[in-house]
């Protein structure tokens, strides 16, 4: 079964520093999002893409994340300079919309630490 | 008020046991809902849609109620591999845009 891949899993980072996660998403699925889920909470939609474009960001911190797509495929989700409070774990997720509707699915996640 | 709302949980059941949870929704304009199912350190995995005739698949049966805006997730005869954190999804549709809302999750443990 195909899977959406994200890299790193797992990011440690002082405050400060430049950090960014790739993310590949399933073949043939225009749509990509990324999130970003604090422990104990549900996701929080960070951008959304339609192809190469973006179609919502209207909750990326924009002072210092920033994210991009270029090809419509992979994107590139990057944080600088990287806060405490940044860290959880980034999710990446592709979906097709279909007759029945829309269907997401998920990678693994990065887990970011800022110390 | 949060967009999406959900039971706080943690629900802590026996084996067998019957479970259901909540989620409450206050945009009237939400189009789909989904309820996700994500292991501890783990990514959320769909768990099924939720139409408004209301749908099963196998032990769990989701419901949507519209003009109460909520939905639940009822689970029968609960195994132990149902322990998990369950999230509901809420999604506004504009154009090519849809928002996503996602609760902050209701935790189960099935106890032996």
């Known amino acids: ?115 | 008020r949060k967009e999406v709302e959900q039971d706080p949980g943690p629900f802590n059941v026996p084996e067998g046991a019957t479970v259901a949870f909540n989620c409450t929704y206050s945009n009237s304009a939400s189009q789909s809902f989904f309820w996700y199912r994500q292991d501890c350190r783990k990514e959320p995995k769909l768990l099924m849609s939720v139409y408004s005739s209301g749908n099963e698949d196998g032990r769990f049966t989701a419901q949507l109620n519209r003009a109460s805006q909520y939905i639940s997730l009822l689970i029968r005869d609960s195994k132990l591999s149902d322990s998990a954190t369950y999230l509901c999804v809420v999604i506004v549709s504009s154009g090519s845009a849809r928002q996503l809302t996602f609760g902050s999750g209701t935790q189960l443990t099935v106890l032996p």
């Open chain 1, 1 to 115: 079964e195909a899977e959406v891949a994200q890299s790193p899993r797992y990011k440690i980072t002082e405050k400060s520093q430049a950090v960014a996660f790739w993310c590949d998403p399933i073949s043939g699925h225009a749509t990509l999002y990324w999130y970003r889920q604090i422990l104990g909470q549900g996701p929080e939609l960070l951008v959304q893409f339609q192809d190469e474009s973006v179609v919502d960001d209207s909750q990326l911190p924009k002072d210092r994340f920033s994210a991009e797509r270029l090809k419509g495929v992979d994107s590139t989700l990057k944080i600088q300079p990287a806060e405490l409070g940044d860290s959880a774990m980034y999710l990446c997720a592709s979906s097709l919309v279909g007759v029945l509707g829309e269907t997401q699915y998920f990678g693994p996640g990065t887990r970011l630490l800022v110390l």
